[in-house]
């Protein structure tokens, strides 16, 4: 998580606390049962979620990223473990110490830093990514500030690999609560001009359950439209799928 001490009329600060002392009593039990996190952290079903985006990716540029990937704003580690199991030497930020100490002590095939996940340059000098994840992060998930966030977005982007990814996901409203988040489409305006390309967001919830091993780009959509009419009937905080491909030069 990010040390950003930007102002939004959406109390971020309430929730980043929630979650550091739910990491710091999780840590402090030396408990190695994750399920305590399950409120402020992804703790099962990583890999079908990720199965699910790769096939996306894949389906819609015929890209497959392989080499170094970044999770950033970690947590203990979850997603971090799923890149790893799907082929990627992977590493972890995230702003609090209590959950890189978990994710340290429980994964140990992975790396794992204690930083400021906006500007994780400043963590990991000159190392390049072909793959960087940002799921659930406050600074985009619970901020207004499209600003900060696409300033956050080009240090991302300076550190990506041409040909490789960069996935945003989160979750925009439900649970009777809107979500001050980046806004996707002005992120997409910004960056058609420079060549990227984007797809998204999607949701996520029947294309993990029902777009098996490579669903085509058109599922996709479809999928994620029943999800985002389920989402409107139900009032569901569904997670959102928003990838950004940087070209081979």
Known sequence: MSNLNSGSRHNWRHYMKLSDDCYRK??????????????????????IELRAILSIIAGRWKV?????ALDLCCGVGIMTECLRQFGFKATGVDLNSDAIELATRTIPDCRFFVGDATDPASILRGEIFDLILVREAHPFSRINDIEFQMAAVERYLSILSPGGVLIIE????????????????????LLVKRDFLTVGPLFLALI??????????????????????????????LIEAYVIYKPAK
């Open 26 to 47: 999780v840590n402090l039990s030396s408990n190695t049962d994750l399920s305590e996190l399950a409120n402020h952290n992804l703790v099962k079903g990583g890999d």
């Open 64 to 68: 497959r990223p392989r080499g170094k």
């Open 170 to 189: 989160h979750a925009r409203f439900g649970g009777g609560m809107s979500y001050p988040s980046l806004n996707f489409r002005q992120v997409s305006q």
């Open 208 to 237: 993990k359950k029902f777009g098996g091993d490579k669903p085509s780009p058109l599922w996709c959509s479809l999928l994620s439209l029943l999800t985002h009419v389920m989402q409107k009937i139900f009032g569901l905080r």
